[in-house]
């Protein structure tokens, strides 16, 4: 059964920077590398949303509230996909999760544990 694992989160002020990661356990290579990924969002009380993806041509997608600073990668020899986050405001608060991508609202899989990430002073 695939696992993903997500690390990286952790406390950061404001215009900080943090960098996730997600491994892909349990999967092969010839699996992952035609995966779309994405890294999704779930703040307090708000609904999981999609604010990054990688598609397997290495083309992006970011949400409109995090354009111009964040930066999704991956790299399929370590099936593993990033965020690197910069500029980082308080509404970046939340558990950050990645997913295969079957469409931006259906994720693939099954969720892992996500990594907190809280941005405040």
């Known amino acids: 059964q695939v696992q993903l694992v997500e690390s990286g989160g952790g406390l950061v002020q404001p215009g900080g920077s943090l960098r996730l990661s997600c491994v892909a356990s349990?999967?092969?290579?010839?699996?992952?590398?035609?995966?779309?990924m994405g890294w999704y969002r779930q703040a307090p009380g708000k609904e999981r949303e999609l604010v990054a993806s990688?598609?397997?041509?290495?083309?992006?997608y970011y949400a409109d509230s995090v354009k111009g600073r964040f930066a999704i990668s991956r790299n399929n020899s370590r099936k593993t996909v990033y965020l690197q986050m910069s500029n980082l405001r308080p509404e970046d608060t939340g558990l950050y999760f990645c997913?295969?991508?079957?469409?931006?609202?259906?994720?693939?899989?099954?969720w892992g544990q996500g990594t907190q990430v809280t941005v405040s002073s």
């Open positions: 997913n295969a991508l079957i469409t931006a609202s259906q994720p693939k899989y099954d």
């Open positions: 349990r999967m092969i290579f010839s699996v992952f590398s035609p995966l779309d």
């Open positions: 990688i598609s397997t041509d290495f083309a992006t």
